[in-house]
Each structure stands twice: as structure tokens, then as C-alpha cells.
């Protein structure tokens, strides 16, 4: 008997002993006895419904099994993500079935928290609100931005409770950026940007791919104008103090001083109304504008900014030669003393290049436009604070970890006389200091309706099987707070409310709104007539009285912190989805750890290295975070994400990170704006180290061919090799790493003179995907829907630390060797090879190439000799090292067409099979051929981008095989002649 043979047999009989001898007997399967009508035992259901991870609203298709939700996706009926998600949209089912959700109200008493049953927590609330009642205001509410249905029935429980109006409570609220519209236009709103309109995009901050306003909606149109079509791309410029993803994608990322966009605003606004004569401003604009940015200056702009002279003015000309331009102010994350003045100049600057506002839509204004402000926040916190607020009412925010005044709330809430009332599902910052927390259904649990832009109204429906006992927070308002509703309960009054107000009122309109989503009305915007309105003199008077910031000494005390949203944990409310926790920040790859981000220059005058922990001493708090380098930094600044640091809100969160919001002054413009940028006292080593929790390897490709770029017209006239490859530079074909043609795994992507293996000759199909490097944000939707897909374990922090990840799909950052400051993302997954050399070293034959050429790992035939991972030039296989255990109810979760795992095997992607497998069956049963573009693998079918293309390679006439034949298309390091099916177009650069 040889090695193989006996590692074979030994392996299968170790298999089927421990399968025979375990502890843990198979479960047993019950089947129902009389289903649902709407439920088939073993075949999904979908239901529509609407994601509320932060105040943009997409519409998402929940898709069932069994009565529970397994997978959430984008709903392609949707106007503001066309089908597509973000990660926190793909994180969101965790929420559900989060093992430290809340089943039943918590009551607060001397002997610690007490549970209740909810009709006791009704009957107490009535009772609390009754006693409340005597004087207008002792009854308070603060909640998350609602729709409007809900809106309506909160202003009628104000009116019955006399609360006042309710506070809409969004930490991201964007308050500067209302003041601007409503000065200048009269428009108190946050109106729809079309960046794919526009031929020129130039960015003071606004980070439009991560967290600013609406980030799928603006990705998609993001890479409408800015992905390379017919030889042409547009262009984007982008001017901030630290490089944020949404910098990460520009053509020209310039590196500014902390708060000094509004000196470069004026500056450009004077340049352009002396250069562009032929502008059409209206008359009465220009003079009064013209004397605002009278002492504007390039040069000196450029000197106070930090960047050179030349590339200012190039970017002036660049505005005045732009046919279609449009200008974003600043972003929640570099919010300085002049926020109120760069909003207010971003939007004069629109207004002088295209007075017609044509790239700017008012007609479907964001609903996050309803927030409060945040002075209205602070007068609400100032009468908790005072005692007089006798019934305080906090719906689904957490003011605790997302206010600067945090501390001073918990305080108030823990020794004030009032009693506070929690509708949150966990024991959060804020709940934690509550005297009753009370949970609710979730979205996905409740009938509701959401309209992110209002007047495009999305729906709510439950789309799984009542699995606790709480209510809707409608229903409870409802039963608490009207002696005689209008209702008999929330769904009820949506119905009424949807009749009244949306003309919903037969039963075939009802259910073709349930079945969409929502009802979108198709409306064509409506051009903005600019009305000149009576704020716009005391706005320029505050443009023309912007002070540039004051010059930085170069000494470590004189830092300032910029506190950013996360593009993983939004303001914090993601914190508890294990998901989002594992998969690592795009920029810096850290998961787990909230570090600071310092420029090396800091880090020699601190004295500090990378991963080092430093105490961060502003005026109001101290936190110690350890240190990231980075280049792609301002040397004056550091740098945290909000997110993380929570005193509570689960395993996941509590304890997890800082939370840099307690280093802010909790200062706010004139508009109510918080201010994200403050002062550092003080930086310095507490002489501790830690090991930072990042999975990437190199910044840089070390001349390796992986991810490439290209320049516009660079691969034009390249020409074909056999088998549609691309003979790379221009070069005749060879066997060099730059002469090497792309090689399809097809029959005719062998050649005798280079391949020893024989042919693959695939029945039927030969699966591939196109990543297209050019469409690719690095934005991690894939990576996250990945994990949601298959089954893929949750490590942790100390785990990643020692390489152990699981992650099937990564995004790889590298640096452009030219110009660091421009990024290539880089998804890496399984590449499915045709000489696949994972292939050729396992003893047991798990990695096994299938008839139609995927890679499938073959888990029970595995023994976890790991020879499969030594030979994958690309480090995609992962090594289970772990028994996982699902905390309960997170195994409901699971999808049941994936296998999950058991310690000692190999594991990776599959390109989805289990939805290939169902294609298959779709198509036998209509007796046809799968259609290309049917199957959709999870890392497609949500990435907000179109990214990726996965199709069949044998079919000519697919879009995969189409693609193939763009002169971009190359395989990485297809020279070691392995023939990936996972085929990469290059990323177009282009200079500015």
C-alpha cells in the first residue's frame, strides 16, 4: 500500500469512528404537520422589507426557511440601492438573532434588574405617564429618525402626554450642510446629489462611500460617472485631513490642514467669478459674494492648507473647464470650528458653476433632514440634567455612548428623581442607567413603513415566524397612550395612515406594494428655482468673518483629534454584530481594536511605534488606544473611528475598543453642528504594547503582478493571444511574468509548449468571475455577505492576532509604488485554478475538481494535513481550528444549504454552490439551460458597485466571456501558469 492510499483509508476510518462514537447523537428533525400557505418545507420564501442600520432606508428582501430568517439582500425594486447592500445591511440579521437581545422588559429596583412581563411594563408606563402628565414637558421623548406614518402617531402621543415635540435624536445629522440649503435657498433639507450626472466631482471631506447620507445610493452613482466607458472616466478630487475610503478612490487625494476647508472654498469661489465671466449668477449674488471672498487668495490658501500652490490652481482651472461639476463640503468626521462656513461655501461654489443647481435634487429630500439639531438635543439634556423632565421616553438611540456629554446623562439618569423608559432591544450604554427597558420587534419583525427620501415610502412586513413575545412600539404607544386609538393596533393604523395619505385603499394596490417594498412613484426631479433668501447676508457675512486655522507648532501637544464615522459600525449602533467586528477596517485592516492613527512624523515626537499604547488627554477625558501608523494622515492630526468603547450592549461590544466621542467638548457651530475635530492636551506613551488584530500582509506587491493598474489608452492597442488572452504590454507572448497571456481554464487556454496537465474538458459549464479593480471601493459588502452566506465562524480578537481568520473572501489594500497616496483594492477569493496546485499535493483528494470546474473541498475526505494551503500562491484556504459554538439563537441563523464546518478541515469559497446547485434544478425542471446572469453568488449580488461578474466561461456570448476581451483583463499572478477562473480587469488611473 503507498502513502496515499494509507493516509486515504486512515483518514476515512478515523471519520466514520468518530461519527459512530459521538457524544453528541444527531438531532431529530421534526416537519410540520400543516404549513403555512405561504411556506414549503426546504424552499425559501422571500419578503421585502426595508434596513434601518442607519437613516438611508434600503429596501431588502429577507429570504426565509422554515419560519426564520436566513439572509437578507438588497431589493432590486428599491430606488436607492437597486438591489444592492452594504455591510452593515448584510450585518443586520444579527440583530435578531443577537444572543444578547432582550426577551422580556427589564425593571430596574434596589436588588438590580428584575424581569417583567410586558403587560405589567404597559400598565407601568400608564401609570408613570399619568402621574407625569400634570405640566407640559415633564414627559419627554427621544427617538431614532422614524417614517412618517410612525412621525404622525408620535406627534399625536406629544399631544396626548404634552411632551413637546419629539426629538429625533441622529448623532450623524449633518446640521451644517441643512444650514447652508435653508440660508441660501430656504430649503431646511438634504437633498439627492447626482454625482453620476457629473463630469468633475470635488469632495472637502464628504465621505459619500461609507457613512455620509446615503452611502450604497452614492457608490452606485459614484461609479457611474467615475468607472472607465468608451476610453473616459470622470474625475474626482477629494481634499481632507486623513484619507477616509471615500479619499481612497480619488484620482487626487490632497492631504489639507485640519478645518481648513472653507479658506480653500473662498479662495476657489473668488478664482471662478473672476475667470468665469460667462457664468450666468444672478447679479444680486455676485457683488455681495464677490465682497465675502474679497480677501481670498490661491497662494495663500494653498500656504494655509498645506498643499502646493500649483495643484490649487490646476484644481481651479479644472472647475472653470468642467462641464458638469459638482462640489461636497465637508463630512461628521472633519466638523471644525468653520463646518457652518464650508457648507455654506461648497454650496455657493455649486451655485457660481451651475446656478441652475442642476446636479443637486430637492424634489426627494433625505428623511434624516427631520433630525433635530443638536442645540435641540443639548436644551433636551439640559432639562434632564435640571431634573425637570419627570418621564424621559428614548426609543432606539443611545445618547450615553454617542453624546460627548454621556458621562453627565448616565449621572441624570442614575440620580435623578424622573423615571426613564428604554424601547431598546439590549442592555445598552444608555438602557444600562434606564428604569425600565422595554424591547420591541425589529424591523424585520413588524409591520412598518420608512421613507428615507421622503416621498419615496418603503415597507416593513414580518418576515419570520413570531419568535418572541414583545410588541411593535406602535402597538404599545397605542394601548399606553389613547384612552379611545384610532386604531386597534399598529398595523391597523399604518393601513389607515397609508389610505389617508398614499392612496392606498384597495387591496391589489396593498399587495403590490407589500410584494415591491414599498411605493415608488417614478417623478422626474425638479430643478431647484434659486430664491435668494434673507439668512443668505448673514451667511456671507459669516463666509466673509472665516478665520483660516491657526498654524500648527511641530510638537506632539498641539495635535488635534478628528473623531470619524465608521464604515463598519456607523455611530456605534453596529457595535454588537460579530460580522462587523471581524471584518477589518478597509484602510487599516484592524479588527477588534479601535487604534489611533498617527503620521510617522508624530509618532518620532511622541516617541512611539506601531502598536503602542498612548493616553489621549483632551479637556474633558483621557483614553488610551493603541497606535497605527499611517502616512495617509496630516502630521497634525490623529485619528479614531466612533464605534466601539461601549460600557454596554453585549459580549461583542461592551469593553471592546474606545470610544473617542468622550474626548470631544461637545462644542457645536452656529447651526447646531458638533463639532468632530478637538484639541489634544496632551499625547503620550503609558509604556504598554500590544499586538495590533490586522489580517493583511504588505502594503506593497513587491513587483509581484496581483493587483495592476493601467492608464487611460494604455491597453488599447494591446492585442490577443490564444484563447482570448492578452499578451501583456504589448510584448509577444511568453513566460515571463510580463509576457505571460491570460490563459483561460478552458480547452483552449492550453498550450503544448508550456502545460504538462491535460485538458479539463468541463460538461456543460465552466464557471468564472470577472473583479473588475477599476469598480472595486474596497467597502467590504462582499466579505461581510460572505460570512453571511456560508456559515463562516466567528474567531476573535485574540484568534486574528494569531492568524487564525476565517474569512473566505478578503479585501487586499496595496499602494500604488508611484504615488502611495493612491490605493488598489484588491478582493481575493478562491480562484478556482485549472491546474489547480491545491489539487495536486493532498493525499485524500479533498480539493476536487468538479465537472464544471469549481475547486470544491470535499470536508469529509479532509484530514487536515494542510498540504493544500502550503501550495495556494494565493492564501485563500482557511485551516478550522475551531469547534464552533453558536451562541444561542445565533445558530438559527445558519444557512441550511451550507455545511458547517467541524475542527481540522480545510475550508473556502465555493463560488456559492449551494445557489449554483439550485440554478441547476431550476433549470432541469423548465428543462433548459441555466441563463447567464441567473446565478448570483452572495459577494456579487450585494456589491453596491457591480464590481463583480460571475457567469459561464464557455459560454461565448455571456457577459463573463465578453468581458474577457477587454484589453484590462488579466489573471493575478497568472505566470505561474495555474489558469484562475477568477479573471481581474485593471484599475484605470488617471492623472490630474
Given amino acids: 500500500m503507498d502513502r496515499r492510499a494509507f493516509l486515504k483509508t486512515a483518514g476515512m476510518g478515523s471519520i466514520a469512528f468518530a461519527a459512530g462514537c459521538s457524544a ?34 434600503c429596501g431588502v428582501l429577507a429570504k426565509q426557511r422554515e419560519g426564520r430568517v436566513i439572509k437578507l439582500e438588497g431589493n432590486p425594486l428599491h430606488p436607492v440601492n437597486r438591489g444592492t447592500l452594504c455591510m452593515r445591511g448584510q450585518a443586520a440579521l444579527q440583530a435578531v438573532y443577537n444572543p444578547d437581545r432582550l426577551l422580556r422588559p427589564q425593571l430596574k429596583t434596589d436588588e438590580g434588574w428584575k424581569e417583567i412581563s410586558f403587560t405589567e411594563a404597559e400598565q407601568l408606563l400608564g401609570r408613570k405617564a399619568a402621574a407625569a402628565g400634570k405640566g407640559n414637558g415633564r414627559t419627554r421623548l427621544m427617538s431614532e429618525v422614524v417614517g412618517a406614518p410612525m412621525q404622525a402617531l408620535l406627534t399625536d402621543l406629544a399631544y396626548e402626554w404634552r411632551t413637546g415635540d419629539p426629538v429625533y435624536f441622529e448623532p450623524l445629522s449633518h446640521e451644517s450642510l441643512r444650514a447652508a440649503h435653508r440660508n441660501v435657498l430656504g430649503e431646511d433639507a438634504l437633498p439627492t446629489y447626482h454625482l453620476d450626472q457629473a463630469d468633475l466631482l470635488v469632495s472637502f471631506g464628504a465621505d459619500f462611500l461609507e457613512t455620509w447620507l446615503s452611502p450604497v445610493e452614492y457608490a452606485r452613482r459614484f461609479k457611474e460617472m467615475h468607472a472607465i466607458d468608451a476610453g473616459h472616466k470622470g474625475i474626482f478630487v477629494h481634499l481632507s485631513p486623513y484619507q477616509s475610503l471615500t479619499a481612497a478612490n480619488a484620482d487626487r487625494w490632497h492631504c489639507i490642514r485640519p478645518d481648513s476647508e472653507a479658506t480653500l472654498l473662498k479662495a476657489l469661489i473668488k478664482y471662478v467669478l473672476e475667470k468665469g465671466d460667462d457664468r450666468m449668477l444672478p447679479g444680486k449674488l455676485r457683488k455681495p459674494l464677490a465682497e465675502a471672498v474679497a480677501d481670498a487668495d490661491l497662494d495663500r490658501a494653498a500656504a494655509v492648507a498645506g498643499i502646493h500652490p500649483a495643484a490649487l490652481a490646476h484644481l481651479a482651472d479644472r472647475l472653470l473647464t468642467a462641464e458638469r461639476p459638482l462640489i461636497l463640503g465637508g463630512g461628521c468626521g472633519t466638523a471644525g470650528a468653520s463646518s457652518d462656513a464650508t457648507e455654506m461655501a461648497a454650496l455657493l461654489l455649486n451655485l457660481v458653476l451651475d446656478p441652475q443647481l442642476s446636479r443637486i435634487d430637492f424634489s426627494r429630500p433625505q428623511n434624516l433632514g427631520k433630525a433635530a439639531s443638536r442645540t435641540a438635543v443639548n436644551a433636551l439634556v439640559d432639562d434632564l440634567v435640571a431634573g425637570q423632565i419627570q418621564l424621559l421616553l428614548i426609543h432606539n438611540c443611545n445618547p450615553v455612548h454617542t453624546l460627548s456629554r454621556g458621562a453627565e446623562i448616565a449621572r441624570a439618569l442614575d440620580e435623578g428623581e424622573g423615571f426613564t423608559v428604554c424601547f431598546s432591544n439590549f442592555m445598552d450604554d444608555t438602557a444600562a442607567h434606564a428604569d425600565l427597558v422595554f424591547p420591541v420587534q425589529m424591523a424585520l419583525e413588524t409591520w412598518d413603513a420608512y421613507d428615507g427620501k421622503i416621498g419615496e415610502l418603503s415597507l416593513s412586513q414580518p418576515a419570520m415566524g413570531k419568535r418572541h413575545a414583545m410588541p411593535a412600539f406602535g402597538d404599545v404607544i397605542l394601548k399606553t397612550a389613547f384612552r379611545d386609538p384610532a386604531a386597534g393596533d399598529y398595523q391597523a393604523w399604518l393601513l389607515d395612515w397609508l389610505g389617508k395619505q398614499a392612496g392606498v385603499n384597495e387591496m391589489g394596490t396593498w399587495i403590490d406594494a407589500v410584494q415591491a417594498g414599498g411605493l415608488f412613484r417614478d417623478a422626474p426631479p425638479k430643478p431647484k428655482s434659486v430664491s435668494l433668501q434673507r439668512g443668505l447676508s448673514t451667511a456671507l457675512e459669516a463666509l466673509s468673518e472665516a478665520k483660516p486655522p491657526a498654524a500648527t507648532a511641530a510638537d506632539a501637544d498641539t495635535l488635534t483629534l478628528a ?54 488627554h483632551s479637556e474633558t477625558a483621557d483614553l488610551e488606544a493603541p497606535v497605527y501608523a499611517s502616512e495617509a ?121 508550456r502545460d504538462i496537465y491535460p485538458v479539463h474538458e468541463h460538461e456543460g459549464y465552466r464557471w468564472g468571475m470577472i473583479v473588475d479593480l477599476d469598480r472595486c471601493i474596497g467597502c467590504g459588502a462582499c466579505a461581510t455577505a460572505c460570512y453571511a452566506e456560508n456559515n463562516i465562524g466567528i474567531v476573535g480578537e485574540e484568534r486574528i492576532i494569531e492568524g487564525r481568520e476565517m474569512a473566505w473572501l478578503r479585501i487586499e489594500r496595496y499602494l500604488d509604488p508611484h504615488d502611495p497616496s493612491r490605493i488598489t483594492f484588491f478582493p481575493l477569493m478562491c480562484q478556482h485554478c485549472d491546474n489547480a496546485p491545491c489539487e495536486s499535493v493532498c493525499p485524500v483528494y479533498a480539493p476536487h475538481h468538479s465537472k464544471e470546474g469549481l475547486n470544491n473541498q470535499i470536508y469529509n475526505r479532509c484530514i487536515g494535513t494542510r498540504f493544500c494551503a502550503q501550495n495556494c500562491p494565493y492564501k485563500v484556504r482557511r485551516f478550522n481550528w475551531f469547534e464552533w459554538q453558536w451562541p444561542t439563537p445565533l445558530e438559527e441563523q445558519l444557512n441550511p444549504n451550507v455545511t458547517v464546518r467541524t475542527k481540522g478541515v480545510m475550508e473556502k469559497c465555493s463560488f456559492c454552490i449551494q445557489r449554483i446547485k439550485v440554478a441547476h434544478g431550476h433549470a432541469k425542471d423548465e428543462d433548459r439551460r441555466i441563463h447567464d446572469g441567473e446565478i448570483q453568488p452572495a459577494c456579487v449580488q450585494t456589491c453596491p458597485t457591480g464590481a463583480l461578474v460571475f457567469g459561464d466561461l464557455k459560454d461565448r456570448q455571456s457577459r463573463v466571456r465578453q468581458m474577457v476581451k477587454d484589453p484590462r483583463a488579466y489573471q493575478a499572478m497568472g505566470y505561474l501558469n495555474i489558469k484562475p477562473a477568477v479573471i481581474y480587469l485593471k484599475k484605470v488611473l488617471q492623472e490630474i
Avoid at 24 to 30: A, I, Q, S, V
Avoid at 38 to 45: Q, R
Avoid at 686 to 700: E, F, P, Q, V
Avoid at 709 to 716: F, K, L, Q, Y
Wanted: proline content about 7%.
Fill in 24 to 57: 453528541k447523537p444527531e438531532k431529530t428533525l421534526y416537519s410540520l404537520v400543516k404549513a403555512p400557505d405561504d411556506m414549503v418545507t426546504g424552499k425559501e420564501a422571500w419578503y421585502a422589507g426595508t434596513c434601518r442600520e442607519c437613516p438611508a432606508g
Fill in 563 to 616: 473623531t470619524a464615522p465608521s464604515i463598519r459600525f456607523f455611530d456605534g449602533r453596529g457595535a454588537n454584530r460579530s460580522w462587523l467586528c471581524e471584518v477589518p477596517d478597509p484602510l487599516t485592516k484592524v479588527a477588534w481594536q479601535s487604534p489611533v492613527t498617527l503620521h510617522p512624523e508624530a509618532m518620532n515626537r511622541i516617541g512611539v511605534a506601531q502598536g503602542d499604547v498612548v493616553r489621549l
Fill in 633 to 753: 494622515i496630516h502630521p497634525a492630526m490623529a485619528l479614531m473611528t466612533m464605534g466601539q468603547g461601549h460600557s454596554a450592549y453585549g459580549r461583542y461590544a461592551e469593553g471592546v475598543g474606545g470610544n473617542p466621542i468622550a474626548l470631544l467638548t461637545g462644542d457645536t457651530s452656529a447651526s447646531g453642528q458638533p463639532l468632530t475635530l478637538a484639541p489634544l492636551k496632551a499625547i503620550a506613551a503609558t509604556g504598554r504594547r500590544i499586538k495590533l488584530a490586522h489580517t493583511d500582509g504588505s502594503r506593497t506587491q513587491y513587483g509581484r503582478k496581483i493587483a495592476v493598474s493601467t492608464t487611460i489608452g494604455e491597453d488599447a492597442a494591446h492585442g490577443h493571444a490564444k484563447g482570448d488572452g492578452h499578451a501583456a504590454g504589448g510584448h509577444e507572448a511568453g513566460l515571463t511574468m510580463e509576457t505571460f497571456p491570460l490563459t483561460l481554464p478552458l480547452p483552449e487556454g492550453y498550450d503544448r509548449k
